[in-house]
């Protein structure tokens, strides 16, 4: 069963205005970024692999807003095997986002909490690894859904209009972005303890690291209230399609879902921002714990 799906104006508006703006600063911001992690860096680092990544995720996912904006105000009449397309564009590189953010907090543990023991760990190569594991698997992922797809005549497109459940939005969900929060939530929960209890006397130091602190409840701020809306709405519609819900109260949900779809496509925006000002100040405090346990265990050796 098909339930049309209402797009109240007003909502359209801001919609429409919204994903404008994010296509134009979105594109700036990512390539500039890119640009500096790629070309004006003296060497490649780990840091270095994960914001190339993560770059490269949040500008194929603006490349899509166009098309967005496009399907929002007019009839789709692109067919279908583009509309397809660019929703598996859209969706692969926003899990590749949500897995790079939490490979950067990780790193950032070992980092600040564990400076010498994993040391070994942290190399330009391992983080390539780590990213390519999950960019293979959501290539794989798409090859088999692609060729079980069949055709179909679409008016709209990056909307659900089918009241089947989609296991997608489920799985999606619960095996991929929860066990991200958690995992992200428990590193920066451990960093911002190691971080408090680092803070000296010294105002300079004071400073460094209190703005590492600052930068580490930003980025969780922004990737909680960027996709813990939207991750939500998928589970409530998948609720709501499993118990055969009523037309108007898919409509509401949908609406639900558009709206909280916006605030996650900030998150392609803020990612390019948060992070390559973030770089300095937390590689900085790390620097200065790190040279302080190395003077401490100095100590206790000799």
């Known amino acids: 069963m098909n339930c049309s799906t ?7 508006i801001f919609a429409s205005v919204t994903y404008g703006i994010f296509f134009v600063i979105g594109t700036i911001f990512n390539v500039f970024a890119l640009w500096i992690f ?3 860096l003296p060497k490649w680092t780990e840091t270095t692999v994960f914001m190339v990544n993560l770059m490269m995720a949040d500008i194929l996912i603006v ?3 166009p098309f967005k904006l496009y399907a929002l105000l007019a009839p789709w009449e692109l067919g279908y095997k583009v509309c397809e397309m660019l929703i598996r564009i859209y969706f692969t590189n926003t899990y590749m986002s949500i897995f790079i953010i939490t490979a950067i907090s990780c790193d950032r543990y070992l980092a600040i909490c564990h400076p010498l023991k994993y040391k070994g760990w942290r190399t330009p190569m391992k983080a390539s690894l780590v990213c390519a594991v999950p960019w293979t698997l959501l290539l794989i992922i798409n090859i088999v859904n692609t060729a079980q797809q069949e055709n179909g005549n679409l008016t709209t497109c990056f909307v659900k209009v ?6 997608w939005n489920l799985v999606s969900s619960l095996a991929w972005f929860l066990p991200s929060l958690v995992l992200i939530s428990f590193f920066s929960v451990k960093i911002l303890k190691t971080l408090r ?3 000296t006397l010294d105002s300079k130091d004071r400073r460094s690291f209190r703005k590492a602190i600052n930068l ?5 701020v922004i990737f909680v209230v960027c996709f813990f809306p939207v991750h939500t709405a998928y589970i409530v519609r998948y609720l709501a399609d499993s118990t055969n819900a009523s037309c108007h109260t898919i409509n509401h949900i949908q609406v639900f ?7 996650s496509n900030a998150n392609c925006v803020l990612d390019s921002v948060c992070y390559y000002f973030a770089a300095k100040e937390f590689w900085e405090a790390v620097s200065k714990r790190k040279q302080r346990f190395q003077k401490f265990r100095s100590c206790c050796t000799s």
């Open 6 to 12: 209402l797009v109240y104006e007003h909502l359209a």
């Open 38 to 40: 790629c070309c004006r």
């Open 63 to 65: 490349l899509t807003f």
């Open 162 to 167: 089918r009241t089947e459940p989609s296991e």
């Open 197 to 199: 209890d680092s803070i």
């Open 216 to 220: 580490i409840i930003a980025n969780m």
């Open 257 to 263: 879902i558009r709206v909280s779809t916006l605030l």
